[in-house]
């Protein structure tokens, strides 16, 4: 008899991260429906998506995202009998051919709604943003990510434009923004950019830190990782760097809310981000094991996570 663990689908659910697809959703709703479109509304302007196109936007995004998983653990395969012996989805509980059609099943369905939606806001050109992404992840699973910071870069690039893709969807609307209030504009426009830099250094910061958790495997497969090429002390140093320019920029967001009498987003902001990654800094400096780094690596998760929750509440305006 077939359990909920055992069944066929939950194989699949795992091998595209449905949490991790989730926050990418849950990410999107919340930029357009917390920042952009009380903007929008306060001036009388309208959004380029209604919410049902909306809805397609996010599911497109999703895919993207998915396909990146699937086709990650495909080129994958090799290092993961060594790093993932027990826990890889692909050959154990889903076979190559099936999960290379998954992928390709999951990048048709994306860009036909990205298709879909390009024609929708009379703009054809815009369907080569869901290829150029599709690239791109293809590009770090068989190039990049096996060379120092390249791969580390890409990942941290599309974390930050699955944020910058709301943007770029309602860029005319917010320039109209811009045109009837310069300073609900600014402000909009500077939050969004600051969201995109925290999810920038906050996923490079992750993803060196799994490359020291990885770094017996990516040996076995002459990868040229960070930690590889020049040693765990100076990948520490690099991870450090990107933890502390966060962590900087962090506390002058913080101080700008002081100053604007913003007292419960600063504590949250505080507590909330800045103690736990300076939580994770002061371990990596003793981390040691590949669990250690594992454990550093997940904890990063939360720091990210929370992100979402203090960009919330800035836009909503707690005080």
């Known amino acids: 008899m077939t359990t909920p663990r055992d069944h066929p689908l939950l194989a699949y659910l795992r091998l595209i991260r449905l949490p991790n697809l989730l926050i990418v959703a849950f990410t999107q709703y919340l930029l357009q429906y917390s920042l952009l479109v009380p903007a929008f509304d306060a001036n009388g302007l309208q959004a380029a998506l209604d919410p049902p196109h909306y809805s397609l936007q996010a599911l497109s ?25 027990a826990t890889r989805i692909i050959e154990k509980r889903i076979s190559t051919r099936w999960a290379t059609i998954y992928y ?22 815009l369907v080569l943003i869901y290829p150029t992404a599709v690239f791109l992840l293809y590009g770090y699973s068989r190039w990049w990510k096996a060379q120092v910071l390249w791969g580390n ?14 943007f770029f969807a309602e860029r005319f609307t917010v320039n109209d923004l811009f045109l009837m209030d310069f300073a609900y504009g600014y402000e909009t426009s500077l939050l969004f950019a600051s969201y ?32 590889i090429v020049w040693g765990i002390p100076t990948a520490k140093r690099v991870a450090l760097l990107t933890g502390g320019i966060l962590t900087a920029l962090l506390l002058l967001g913080g101080y700008i809310l002081w100053e604007r009498g ?5 504590l949250f902001l505080l507590i909330g981000i800045v103690l736990p ?24 998760k939360y720091i990210m996570l929370s992100g979402l929750v203090g960009l919330f509440l800035v836009a909503v305006g707690g005080d």
Not at 61 to 85: E, Q
Not at 104 to 125: D, E, K, M, T
Not at 199 to 220: C, H, P, V
């Open 153 to 166: 870069v890409v990942v941290a690039l599309f974390c930050a434009l699955v944020a910058g893709i709301v």
């Open 277 to 300: 990654l300076a939580y994770v800094l002061s371990a990596l400096r003793r981390a040691v094991h590949s669990q250690d780094f594992h454990a550093l690596s997940q904890f990063c």
């Open 262 to 266: 913003q007292w419960l987003i600063v």
């Open 104 to 125: 390709y099943c999951l990048i048709g369905s994306g860009f036909a709604i990205s298709l879909y939606l390009a024609w929708y806001v009379s703009n054809l050109p």
């Open 61 to 85: 995004t999703m895919l993207i995202a998915a396909s990146g998983y699937v086709i990650n653990d495909l080129i994958d395969l090799p290092i993961d009998r060594i790093n993932k012996p």
């Open 196 to 227: 995109l830099l925290f999810a920038f250094l906050s996923t490079l910061l992750r993803e060196i830190i799994k490359d020291m958790e990885d770094l017996y495997g990516d040996q076995q497969l002459k990868y040229r990782t960070l930690p």
